[in-house]
């Protein structure tokens, strides 16, 4: 079963950047749509960047412009660089399959916390 870890998050002030980072085992991610999704206290999780094993990418209104995700086929992994941070950016973050059918379970989490 694919089990995927994140990292990267932290601390960082409005207009900041931060790299997320989501290695994954037990399944090469490359064959399917990745996302990175974002979740806070008593919200839905919510997905802002996903990206096709054919490199399409669509990302949800509210990064558009300021979050680039990309894959790392020979790490088996995901980033999410995150530029021009916002309080309402504040969530943590997740990476999954987009398909239901295959995802896997969530990990922990990374939080991101944009605050001065």
């Known amino acids: 079963q694919v089990q995927f870890v994140e990292s990267g998050g932290g601390l960082v002030q409005p207009g900041g950047s931060l790299r997320l980072s989501c290695a994954a085992s037990g399944r090469i991610i490359s064959i399917r749509t990745m996302g990175w999704y974002r979740q806070v206290p008593g919200k839905e999780r919510e997905l802002v960047a996903r990206?096709?094993?054919?490199?399409?990418?669509e990302y949800a209104d509210s990064v558009k412009g300021r979050f680039a995700i990309s894959t790392d086929n020979a790490k088996n992994a995901v980033s999410l660089q995150m530029n021009s941070l916002k309080p309402e950016d504040t969530a943590v973050y997740y990476c999954?399959?987009?398909?239901?059918?295959?995802?896997?379970?969530w990990g922990q989490g990374t939080q991101v916390t944009v605050a001065s």
């Open positions: 999954n399959f987009v398909t239901t059918d295959v995802r896997g379970p």
């Open positions: 990206i096709s094993p054919g490199g399409r990418i």
